[in-house]
């Protein structure tokens, strides 16, 4: 079992970045891949970034790409997304995800934490 637990959502405007945090209950958390997930308002949930267990290897979605940097400390058993000229379009809640597998634009993770919202003005 792992539970993960998401921070630093606030409300910011276009151009600000952020830097969103999960702490992970993880005995060994190298031994799951982590991604960020994001749902906007009246839309479904859509794959943000995503990073292997090791921090080797990091993927992004097309609308982040440039923007958006995904890392971890598994010593600190934590995953991190910082976030770059945000725009109103990233208005959404924001969810840390892991499994022992690759996280992908087509998965879905088991293990998901409560989400954290960030709301971007224009």
């Known amino acids: 079992q792992v539970q993960l637990v998401e921070s630093g959502g606030e409300l910011v405007q276009a151009g600000d970045s952020l830097r969103l945090s999960c702490a992970a209950s993880?005995?060994?958390?190298?031994?799951?891949?982590m991604g960020w997930f994001r749902q906007p308002p009246g839309k479904e949930r859509e794959f943000v970034a995503a990073?292997?267990?090791?921090?080797?290897?990091?993927s992004y979605a097309d609308s982040v790409l440039g923007r958006f940097t995904i890392s971890r400390d598994n010593a600190k058993k934590m995953v991190y997304l910082q976030m770059n000229r945000l725009k109103p379009e990233d208005t959404a809640v924001y969810y840390c995800?892991?499994?022992?597998?690759?996280?992908?634009?087509?998965?879905?993770?088991?293990?998901w934490g409560q989400g954290t919202q960030v709301t971007v003005s224009s």
């Open positions: 995800a892991a499994d022992r597998n690759m996280v992908r634009s087509d998965t879905k993770p088991d293990y």
């Open positions: 993880a005995r060994t958390l190298s031994d799951y891949c």
């Open positions: 990073i292997s267990w090791r921090g080797t290897t990091r």
